[in-house]
């Protein structure tokens, strides 16, 4: 069946731009997380949602990073004012019910100029 | 917060066996998982340990010891293909919460 999609795949912007990035789960998936990895780390958590709300935000950087999951399905992560620390590249998963296994995306690459 | 080590790098002969340490530190703790992580691709799950022992899956096992916060991930009968990254992850703060390491590059040689 099909996996997690996300889209775009690339994106560059410019520094205070704002944009958004979207996460298709697997069909079925209650589950679903963002987090971002930087070259050489691991997968820093962003948020969890637990069907349509927010269980879990406490990774967003700060109020510039916003993300919602209106009907429980696809995810979008806004990011307004965007800087150069930004750029990274930005993981969805999904899992059945909890986050013992997440099944991932192959991400976004962001990028800031 | 939660903090993890894992070494950076291990280098490992094909056909051979290698343990990929993992100690954490962290407040309500739930488990630990494991993930791969190929050059480029996205992480796929290995394991998940939410109690105290060793899980077993084909080639890869799981091992963990809440007492000592520490676990390792086993690989055996290793292909040129594990060559990866490997990153352990700790499930705390109600469970859903996962922080992962900074992962461990495994290098397999000939």
């Known amino acids: 069946g099909a996996g997690v999609s996300q889209t775009p795949s690339n994106k560059v912007t410019e520094k205070g731009k704002y944009v958004e990035l979207r996460c298709d789960p697997i069909?079925?998936?209650?589950?679903l997380y963002w987090y971002r990895q930087s070259l050489g780390q691991g997968p820093e958590f962003l948020i969890y949602?637990?069907?349509?709300?927010?269980?879990?935000d406490s990774g967003l950087p700060n109020d510039r990073f916003f993300a919602v999951r209106p009907e429980g399905s696809v995810s979008t992560l806004k990011i307004q004012r965007t800087e150069r620390g930004d750029s990274a590249v930005y993981l969805c998963?999904?899992?059945?019910?909890?986050?013992?296994?997440?099944?991932f995306g192959p991400g976004t690459r962001l990028t800031v100029l | 917060g939660q903090s993890l080590e894992q070494p950076s790098e291990v280098t490992a002969v094909e056909g051979a066996i290698v343990q990929i340490n993992c100690t954490y530190q962290?407040?309500?703790?739930?488990?630990l998982s494991w993930y791969q992580q190929h050059d480029g691709g996205a992480p796929t799950f290995l394991s998940y340990?939410?109690?105290?022992g060793l899980e077993e899956t084909g080639r890869f096992s799981s091992f963990l010891s809440r007492s000592d916060s520490y676990g390792y991930l086993l690989l055996q009968e290793l292909q040129m293909k594990d060559s990866a990254s490997y990153f352990c992850?700790?499930?705390?703060?109600?469970?859903?919460?996962?922080?992962f390491g900074t992962g461990t590059k495994l290098q397999v040689i000939p």
């Open positions: 998963a999904s899992s059945k019910q909890g986050p013992d296994t997440q099944y």
């Open positions: 069909s079925g998936h209650t589950a």
């Open positions: 949602f637990q069907g349509t709300g927010a269980a879990d």
């Open positions: 962290t407040s309500g703790f739930y488990g």
């Open positions: 340990n939410g109690l105290d």
């Open positions: 992850a700790v499930h705390s703060g109600g469970y859903q919460k996962v922080t």
